[in-house]
T-cell receptor
Framework: QQQVKQSPQSLIVQKGGISIINCAYE??????FPWYQQFPGKGPALLIA?????SEKKEGRFTISFNKSAKQFSLHIMDSQPGDSATYFC???????????FGQGTELSVKP | NAGVMQNPRHLVRRRGQEARLRCSPM?????VYWYRQLPEEGLKFMVY????????ESGMPKERFSAEFPKEGPSILRIQQVVRGDSAAYFC??????????????FGPGTRLTVL
């Protein structure tokens, strides 16, 4: 299966709160899992990425948690800010350099 | 270091016309990918190219769509005889050569195609 399932479809968080977005996949050949942030009218921007040999990766306020046995990974945005309001996409790639399979996207709104 | 460049940013075509979308990868990047984003939907892979080679075209519609990445110049996504359903944002991404690279793909700003 080549699908990546993402949830929730939309998310509203108060400023300073934690935003959590989840993704699940079925293809065990996937070995690269990036997250992208997209603002309206712009291209997706790479936020953070992880490979299955680690269970967690943190960059600033953004953390990826990866559960290989459950075939799930999630994005945590700590201390969410109104400027984080955007659409977030998870993705997976079956091999280094291959195509990205994207989730359906999560529209995040951070309220001041 | 300039990012991925795409032009035009907006393109309007009438049904039956041809659309040509251009993508210049980041400096030093030799791999180009094209994705399509329909309104209110995620991004769908279309094609993966290296210089003068199509590596994976499993996401390309069988008819009317073609892509190339010549030895010199930008990558081109060509849509012949456009229909209203082709209206979408088309994104190009590039990545560096492998064998030490991370496989990260960097996206351009997209071309928004509107078919009247």
């Amino acid at each position: 299966q080549q699908q990546v399932k993402q949830s929730p479809q939309s998310l509203i968080v108060q400023k300073g709160g934690i935003s959590i977005i989840n993704c699940a996949y079925e293809n065990t050949a996937f070995d690269y899992f990036p997250w992208y942030q997209q603002f309206p009218g712009k291209g997706p921007a790479l936020l953070i990425a992880i490979r299955p040999d680690v269970s967690e990766k943190k960059e600033g306020r953004f953390t990826i948690s990866f559960n290989k046995s459950a075939k799930q990974f999630s994005l945590h945005i700590m201390d969410s800010q109104p400027g984080d309001s955007a659409t977030y996409f998870c993705a997976a790639s079956p091999n280094q350099g291959g195509k990205l399979i994207f989730g359906q996207g999560t529209e995040l709104s951070v309220k001041p | 270091n300039a990012g991925v460049m795409q032009n035009p940013r907006h393109l309007v075509r009438r049904r039956g016309q041809e659309a040509r979308l251009r993508c210049s990868p980041m400096k030093g990047h030799s791999h180009v990918y094209w994705y399509r984003q329909l309104p209110e939907e995620g991004l769908k892979f279309m094609v993966y190219l290296q210089k003068e080679n199509i590596i994976d075209e499993s996401g390309m519609p069988k008819e009317r769509f073609s892509a190339e990445f010549p030895k010199e110049g930008p990558s081109i996504l060509r849509i012949q005889q456009v229909v209203r359903g082709d209206s979408a944002a088309y994104f190009c991404a590039s990545s560096p050569p492998y064998g030490g690279g991370s496989g990260e793909q960097f996206f351009g700003p997209g071309t928004r195609l509107t078919v009247l």
